[in-house]
């Protein structure tokens, strides 16, 4: 009867080489092998999705410290005309870029108007020393607008 059991195989061993389930267990197999790549590349999807996030912010970041620089250093803008229209102001912006300035639109805080810069200064003393190169150069006068 040991015998008889040594030699008999179990159930075990029958169920796994039963050629009849062999294509059963490569297709499980198969199955769980493309759920295996297919985790992978969401997580390498994910990871990429997280790094140009992180990009991203980190530009607008930079972006905006370059803005509040920018804005420190033009406390004070040597203003040559001011409109109602934008359209106009635009006009006029292109007309003091084709003179050679660093021309900009300021608005108002709070205002209506739209303010054409023709140069602006960290300081009101530079600024004021400035201000008469800007009245000989434009027939309407020049005047200085602080930003603050």
């Avoid at 015998?3 to 009849?20: A, E, H, Q, R």
């Avoid at 295996?36 to 607008?60: G, H, N, P, T, Y």
């Avoid at 229209?85 to 205002?111: F, Q, R």
Wanted: with cysteine.
């Amino acid at each position: 009867m040991a015998v008889m059991l040594l030699l008999t195989p179990s159930c075990k061993f029958i169920k796994n080489n039963n050629p009849f389930g062999k294509k059963a267990r490569e297709a499980v197999a198969l199955q769980q092998q493309q759920e295996a790549f297919r985790r992978a590349d969401s997580i390498k999807v994910a990871a990429a999705e997280i790094a140009r996030e992180q990009e991203l912010q980190a530009e607008l970041a930079r972006i905006a410290e370059q803005e509040a620089a920018a804005k420190a250093r033009e406390k004070y803008h040597i203003i040559v005309g001011s409109f109602l229209t934008p359209d106009y102001a635009a006009s006029w912006l292109n007309h003091c870029k084709e003179m050679g300035y660093d021309a900009k639109i300021v608005s108002m805080n709070g205002g209506r108007w739209n303010l054409v810069s023709a140069d602006s200064y960290q300081t009101v003393r530079e600024a004021w020393n400035a201000l008469p190169s800007f009245e000989s150069n434009f027939e309407m006068g020049a005047w200085i607008y602080s930003g603050e």
